[in-house]
């Protein structure tokens, strides 16, 4: 064929129509914000029952997490991140989602190999790099400390 | 006989005799619903998981196929069936309770075109009586195969597609006169790479090959887009169609008014929100057994050249930062009778 990759490549990335970005960010600054306003009505709440702030956050986190958990079982979570996206994903309860679905998805292969091996494949990464650069993190501020600066 | 570099011309061609097509509920919903045989509403086909889902809808698409064309069982000689799951376990399994030789095929969502290719040359050298084609494809088990498990939160781009659930099945007999069409003529396609990566945009990688397999059918048969009523491409949707009918005006030919694709047919992409448009075998398949062939039966159009397209991808490709490669193979099916 004539046409060279490259050339292709361009004229490909010309005729594919792109989201729109503008109502994209809308929309995840709604759904976002709606979680987090949630969440800070959760925590004051549970403060106002006498709660210190830490216990507060906890029970916060339980409570989106439970609350995603439950949404996914119910196949409405998927609907909400398709609207939301970044504002569904960013927060806990995107978290929450993504080692949910394939816990459901991959029951069918087993405790073991199905739930077991699988319930990670998409949250693995995050869980890994997370763990890998707050260690690195660390010991930043340990030298930075070690020496003084900070 | 044998014509140019990639095609056949028969003789004699094979007849498809009978077709089936049976499809899920969103495909039910769409522009196409009411040709399909069936619409299952089931999702699980009555199964416990998708792959079986998978597999009792070929099985039942494969019955259904015999029991419309009134034939038995025993005088199918060949199964040319395949889908998109590893192994092709909805074919091995879905296949099992025919007891019918089983050529399993792997074309990606080109299959129904492959099986079709295979069979009519079978048929057409005499080596068969009467074989069955099929390919079928799920919803379920291509995400899960290939993208994200059902539960998980995500937007698609804009060319993504939709992979259809459905399965087309055709029986292709021998020496006979009368029957839904006849394949007249087959052009096989050849890999085609043209370095496309995002496997979001699969029409963008799959064009270049139907162009080359469209292109390679005209140079065969010595004959351009005027000697077809139309041209149908298997799952290219509405980015791949673009440029197809660039690559087409490139070289001279216009497939504006004459060019659809199955893809594009299937689903009303305002209302059924499903982007580019259908794909995976079961598009193809579905959508030649329901809106294709019974307007080449009652003669709307009278010679058609049926381009499924496959992307052959893998997970373990895709991730180690592999192009993706396209297929695309041609039928020329055509209108028995005057």
């Given at each position: 064929m004539e046409v060279n990759k490259k050339a292709y490549e361009a004229y490909v990335k010309e005729v594919t129509p792109v989201n729109k970005k503008f109502p994209n960010i809308i929309r995840a600054f709604l759904v976002g914000g709606i979680i987090c306003t949630i969440g800070q009505i959760c925590t004051t709440l549970i403060m106002n029952q006498g709660a210190e702030k830490d216990t507060a956050s906890a029970w916060t986190t339980l409570i989106?997490?439970?609350?995603?958990?439950?949404?996914?079982?119910?196949?409405?979570?998927?609907?909400?991140?398709?609207?939301?996206?970044?504002?569904?994903?960013?927060?806990?309860?995107?978290?929450?989602?993504?080692?949910?679905?394939?816990?459901?998805?991959?029951?069918?292969?087993?405790?073991?190999?199905?739930?077991?091996?699988?319930?990670?494949?998409?949250?693995?990464?995050?869980?890994?790099?997370?763990?890998?650069?707050?260690?690195?993190?660390?010991?930043?501020?340990?030298?930075?400390?070690?020496?003084g600066i900070v | 006989m044998q014509v140019g570099k990639a095609s056949i011309k028969f003789e004699e061609p094979?007849?498809?005799?009978?077709?089936?097509?049976?499809?899920?509920?969103?495909?039910?919903?769409?522009?196409?619903?009411?040709?399909?045989?069936?619409?299952?509403?089931?999702?699980?086909?009555?199964?416990?998981?998708?792959?079986?889902?998978?597999?009792?809808?070929?099985?039942?698409?494969?019955?259904?196929?015999?029991?419309?064309g009134d034939v038995r069982k025993k005088d199918i000689r060949y199964l040319f069936a395949g889908d998109l799951l590893g192994q092709l376990i909805a074919t091995s399994f879905g296949t099992v309770d025919l007891e019918i030789p089983l050529f399993g095929l792997f074309g990606a969502c080109s299959t129904m075109g492959e099986a079709l290719n295979l069979?009519?040359?079978?048929?057409?050298?005499?080596?068969?009586?009467?074989?069955?084609?099929?390919?079928?494809?799920?919803?379920?088990?291509?995400?899960?195969?290939?993208?994200?498990?059902?539960?998980?939160?995500?937007?698609?781009?804009?060319?993504?597609?939709?992979?259809?659930?459905?399965?087309?099945?055709?029986?292709?007999?021998?020496?006979?006169?009368e029957g839904i069409a006849a394949i007249t003529g087959i052009t096989t396609g050849r890999m085609v790479d043209m370095g496309i990566r995002d496997s979001m945009n699969m029409g963008a990688a799959m064009a270049p090959a139907a162009f080359h397999t469209i292109q390679q059918n005209f140079d065969d048969f010595n004959v351009d887009e005027n000697y077809y009523d139309k041209i149908i491409t298997g799952d290219l949707g509405k980015v791949g169609r673009t440029?197809?009918?660039?690559?087409?005006?490139?070289?001279?030919?216009?497939?504006?008014?004459?060019?659809?694709?199955?893809?594009?047919?299937?689903?009303?992409?305002?209302?059924?929100?499903?982007?580019?448009?259908?794909?995976?075998c079961g598009c193809a398949a579905s959508t030649l057994c329901s809106y294709i062939l019974p307007k080449i039966k009652d003669g709307t159009w009278k010679r058609v050249l049926f381009?499924?397209?496959?992307?052959?991808?893998?997970?373990?490709?895709?991730?180690?930062?592999?192009?993706?490669?396209?297929?695309?193979?041609?039928?020329?099916?055509?209108?028995?009778g005057n």
């Open positions: 989106l997490i439970a609350a995603s958990v439950i949404l996914t079982g119910l196949n409405i979570y998927p609907k909400i991140a398709k609207f939301g996206g970044a504002g569904a994903l960013v927060p806990i309860t995107g978290f929450a989602n993504s080692v949910v679905a394939p816990a459901v998805e991959f029951k069918a292969e087993g405790q073991i190999f199905g739930i077991g091996c699988k319930i990670f494949t998409i949250a693995g990464p995050v869980i890994l790099y997370g763990i890998l650069s707050s260690w690195v993190l660390g010991v930043i501020a340990y030298v930075l400390k070690a020496f | 094979p007849v498809i005799e009978s077709m089936a097509s049976i499809v899920g509920k969103k495909e039910g919903q769409g522009p196409l619903g009411k040709l399909f045989d069936v619409v299952e509403q089931d999702d699980m086909f009555g199964a416990d998981t998708w792959e079986q889902a998978e597999s009792a809808l070929q099985k039942q698409t494969a019955d259904l196929a015999i029991e419309k069979g009519a040359m079978t048929v057409a050298a005499g080596y068969a009586d009467k074989v069955l084609a099929m390919a079928s494809s799920h919803f379920a088990t291509a995400e899960k195969q290939f993208r994200f498990p059902l539960g998980y939160g995500s937007q698609r781009p804009s060319s993504a597609s939709w992979t259809v659930t459905g399965c087309g099945a055709v029986i292709l007999t021998k020496n006979r006169k440029i197809l009918l660039d690559f087409m005006k490139n070289k001279g030919h216009d497939l504006e008014t004459i060019h659809t694709d199955c893809g594009i047919e299937i689903f009303d992409p305002d209302s059924q929100d499903t982007h580019a448009g259908g794909s995976g381009v499924p397209t496959g992307a052959l991808l893998s997970t373990v490709s895709f991730n180690e930062g592999e192009t993706i490669p396209a297929i695309a193979h041609g039928v020329v099916i055509e209108h028995i």
